[in-house]
């Protein structure tokens, strides 16, 4: 590790230092989950670091003065105190925040599993700042930025090109499932699952499935059978999933 000296240590230049590298690490993730409209951005993903950084400078600093100011008072009445608790009760807190940022769309389609844990990874980098470990809050935050920034083009690429895909459909009502399939089938597609998931029951509604098929022809792109399916007269709603 790099010695850093005075920086590792509880003073007003490392704590400004902590801060603020806390609120440029956090500032970034969250701006790359900001562009793409996800639930939490910049200002939850700062409040999510800076307190973990204070939350971490404040156990080191109250470890630090029970072995110095306050040591003959504790030893007296017998009080001892667990500094890496505190971290712990961090990275337990930001579950409810996690939980808050993850929906079950109409679709039945899972999202803000990156953004929970983002905000969760956020709060980890927060608590090494506050600890002093720069180079590991420095890496830390390199590979996050990559993931989340980078990695979703990457990963859109690779879907673009797979076989398997999956359709979300809306149809006007259930007598037009069978027709959707056979329809499907046409554009030479193997359904191999189909999941409804609308209420049948109220006939005012669109009827909804979700369409798990495989291409035979790889050269046609997601975007080709989007566009085809979407020009069929029962197809009211196509959606990617």
Not at 43 to 60: D, E, F, S
Not at 155 to 169: A, G, H, P
Not at 212 to 223: A, E, G, V
């Amino acid at each position: 590790m790099l010695e850093l000296g005075t920086l590792r240590e509880i003073n007003l230049l490392s704590l400004c230092i902590r801060l603020f590298l806390g609120i440029l690490f956090s500032g970034l993730l969250g701006f790359s989950r900001n562009i793409k409209q996800r639930p939490a951005g910049i200002r939850t993903y700062m409040l999510v670091c800076i307190g973990a950084v204070l939350t971490m400078t404040l156990a080191q600093f109250e470890n630090s003065m029970l072995k110095t100011l306050w040591n003959s008072s504790f030893q007296q009445i017998g009080i001892g105190l667990d500094v890496s608790r505190y971290g712990a009760q961090v990275i337990n807190g930001i579950g409810f925040l996690g939980a808050g940022t993850i929906i079950l769309s109409g679709n039945n389609k899972i999202k803000g599993m990156t953004t929970a844990a983002g905000l969760w990874a956020s709060g980890c980098m927060g608590l090494a700042l506050g600890a002093g470990f720069y180079e590991g809050a420095i890496i830390g935050f390199a590979l996050l930025f990559i993931c989340l920034l980078f990695l979703p083009i990457i990963e859109d690429s690779i879907l673009l090109k797979s076989k398997n895909m999956n359709v979300y459909l809306e149809f006007s009502s259930i007598k037009s499932l069978k027709h959707v399939i056979e329809l499907t089938k046409s554009l030479n597609i193997s359904i191999f699952d189909v999941d409804v998931i609308n209420n049948f029951g109220n006939q005012n509604s669109l009827m909804g499935a979700n369409f798990y098929m495989q291409l035979n022809n790889t050269i046609r792109k997601h975007s080709d059978i989007i566009m085809a399916l979407s020009e069929f007269d029962e197809i009211v709603n196509v959606e990617e999933i």
